[in-house]
């Protein structure tokens, strides 16, 4: 039990038993939560997979999504009737009224919570008439609620007190903030960043205009999700794996200010919300969070707050509304549980279940005791499978020709119904890695076999001008095997002293008997050789 868990890979620790890992080693299907979760989880676990591709490694993703008659507020449910494109069409006054209705809400909430907080707090009645004038409902309303681990970054908006009280004061152009949060019981750090908040909206001078509430709680999620005009996410890119409050208020007409993370990296579309700048190369924590900080407060400050301010002779900012319209017609159908259980169906449930009936088979599990059985002896004779030779001869001088590929693999105790060869090729990059490589398997050769060695052969296209690579590799290969890299077994081109198998995959910094094809000399193919 505890070696299904061992990180037994490079840069892992043995030592350590990993619940990840014993979970995809005994997964057959494996996703993240979002499309760019998916992207992190595979290069964070390809280590599992040594030898492919980091886009080979068998970790797709479903995007989460939200249960819309939990969260939509009974306004927006009466604009829609369950169809987005009439929410979309409705008249601007209308949309406007229903998003002055819910801010007003929140308004209404917002102060009886931070009455009751403050009573907690030991303060009297007497002290607390000043939060009759918290907030305004006409005023643009941010919320942002969140557990309170430190990547979520609860206070990066406390990076220039300065320049946040500059925003949430401005006589022309206001804004106010509505902050909930909790942190884990055992969590220090967390706790600190809650009293960092507290502390700065308990000054007299900011505290009409941002309002933090403890014990974030399903009620005060409802009322914030729906009465923010916009909703705040800023994670340190790339660690929120999805995130759905933003999903919550954009099908309330609620419009995003996020970092491009989770959900929002895939979805944005710059016409739904707004990009908060992330410094993804900036080594320095500090420094990061005091350029994404800066930047947040300049996109509050010079493009959400004047187009939420922008009136038409009606009182209606007709180019947020734009905004609000186009959250619907591109976010509403997308992030709801609907569309997510759809695609986990589809992708994955049903592909399991066929999976699982063929291994049932027709007498007693017989086909999963024979792949079991199978799997046994692959890994045991894999350490006899090597590429002894390779080579190539292109056919013509100009693209539309075929490179002809043809390798000698010895098998050991294996045979060729066990594996498969394949040429994975494609345009180099300058370190002779290939990009986006395609794969072609080659055919053995019945007459080409003795003592183990085993002749293939087979064709690539040579149709795209410009530097051309490629390199072999066998690979075990079964009906029942879910992707060819479930194993975790591959074998190139034997390495020169001092490199390892590992070395070899495409994405590394090695790459053995990479053959690079010149547009002005297409059959002069470079000798095979393995190098930096």
């Not at 009409?208 to 340190?236: E, S």
């Not at 990059?429 to 076999?449: F, H, R, V, W």
């Not at 795209?464 to 074998?491: I, K, N």
């Amino acid at each position: 039990m505890l070696a299904l868990g061992a990180e037994t890979y490079p840069g892992g620790d043995p030592e350590v038993f990993n619940m990840a890992v014993m979970g995809m080693r005994l997964a057959q299907r494996v996703n993240g939560v979002s499309l760019l979760h998916g992207q992190v989880s595979r290069e964070m676990f390809a280590g599992l997979w040594p030898g492919f591709d980091t886009r080979e490694v068998p970790i797709g993703s479903v995007t989460n999504g939200v249960h819309t008659p939990t969260w939509v507020a009974p306004e927006i449910a009466a604009l829609s009737g369950g169809d987005w494109d009439r929410a979309a069409g409705a008249a601007a006054g209308e949309l406007w009224a229903v998003r002055h209705a819910l801010r007003a809400r929140l308004v209404a909430q917002t102060r009886s919570r931070l009455r009751a907080s403050w009573r907690q707090r030991g303060a009297s009645g007497a002290e607390l008439t000043w939060i009759d004038g918290v907030l305004d409902e006409d005023v643009l309303t941010i919320g942002f609620a969140r557990r309170v681990p430190s990547y979520k970054r609860l206070t990066l908006m406390l990076t220039d007190p300065a320049a946040l009280a500059g925003l949430l004061n401005d006589p022309a152009r206001p804004v106010q903030i509505v902050v909930a949060g909790k942190a884990h019981p055992a969590d220090e750090g967390g706790k600190g960043l809650i009293q960092q908040m507290v502390q700065f909206s308990d000054d007299p001078g900011v505290r009409r205009r941002i309002v933090f509430l403890p014990d974030y709680d399903m009620a005060m999620a409802h009322a914030l999700v729906q009465g923010c005009d916009v909703w705040l996410n800023n994670p340190l890119r790339p660690l929120e794996a999805c995130g759905t409050s933003g999903m919550k208020a954009a099908l309330n007409g609620g419009l995003n200010v996020s970092v491009r993370d989770g959900w929002w990296d895939e979805w944005y579309d710059g016409g739904n919300g707004w990009e908060i700048p992330s410094a993804d190369g900036v080594a320095d924590p500090a420094r990061r969070d005091a350029l994404e900080a800066t930047a947040l407060y300049e996109l509050l400050g010079k493009s959400v707050a004047p187009l939420f301010y922008d009136r038409d002779a009606d009182g209606v900012p007709q180019g947020w509304v734009e905004r609000i319209r186009h959250t619907f017609r591109s976010l509403g159908p997308k992030v709801q549980a609907e569309r997510m259980v759809r695609e986990y169906v589809t992708a994955l449930y049903l592909p399991a279940a066929a999976a699982s009936r063929k291994l049932a088979g027709a007498d007693g599990f017989g086909p999963a005791r024979e792949l079991a059985a199978w799997k046994q002896h692959v890994l045991r004779a894999w350490p006899q499978v090597r590429v002894e030779h390779v080579e190539a001869e292109a056919a013509g001088q100009a693209p539309g020709s075929v490179l002809t590929v043809r390798v000698l693999a010895a098998l050991g105790e294996l045979t060729s119904d066990d594996i498969a060869v394949e040429v994975a090729y494609g345009r180099p990059d300058d370190a002779d890695q290939i990009i986006s490589p395609a794969y072609a398997t080659l055919t053995p050769d019945p007459a080409g076999m003795a003592g183990g060695v085993v002749r293939y052969s087979g064709q690539v296209p040579l149709d795209q001008p410009g530097p051309f690579g490629y390199t072999v590799r066998v690979l075990p290969d079964h009906p029942l095997l879910d992707s060819r890299a479930e194993l975790g077994l591959v074998t190139y081109p034997q390495a020169p002293a001092g490199m390892t198998n590992g070395d070899l995959r495409l994405s590394g910094a090695y790459q053995c008997r990479m053959n690079r094809l010149r547009p002005s000399s297409w059959s002069a193919v470079r000798e095979p050789a393995c190098g930096r």
